[in-house]
């Protein structure tokens, strides 16, 4: 099993920006797909970005605002956040899936926007 962690998440003014990091333990393993999602209270998790091998896409709350990348050698990735709002307000969580079914997610971290 990969360990996944995030950091990065704070409280911030609406407008104001923000990076997330993720690092993934065991560098033996190679990661098919790593993703940013995010939950806000009383809503389903959903997809923010996601770097997988034909390119990096992005959930619609995300385009235009938000640009993940990563350094591999590093076992990180990033999500740099602009333009933030309140609705962007939620846990964020990274996700790394590797092998044929393997799936880890990190424990998350807040992110809070104010108005």
């Known amino acids: 099993q990969l360990r996944v962690v995030e950091s990065g998440g704070d409280l911030v003014q609406a407008g104001g920006s923000l990076r997330l990091s993720c690092e993934v333990s065991?560098?033996?393993?190679?990661?098919?797909?790593i993703g940013w999602y995010r939950q806000a209270p009383g809503k389903e998790r959903e997809l923010v970005a996601e770097?997988?091998?034909?390119?990096?896409n992005y959930g619609d709350s995300a385009k235009g605002r938000f640009t993940m990348s990563g350094d591999n050698a590093k076992r990180t990735w990033y999500l740099e956040m602009m333009d933030l709002r309140p609705e962007d307000t939620a846990v964020y969580y990274c996700n790394a899936k590797y092998a044929m079914r393997g799936s880890a997610w990190g424990p998350g971290t807040q992110v809070t926007v104010s108005s």
């Open positions: 770097i997988r091998p034909g390119g990096t």
């Open positions: 065991r560098s033996a393993v190679s990661i098919n797909i």
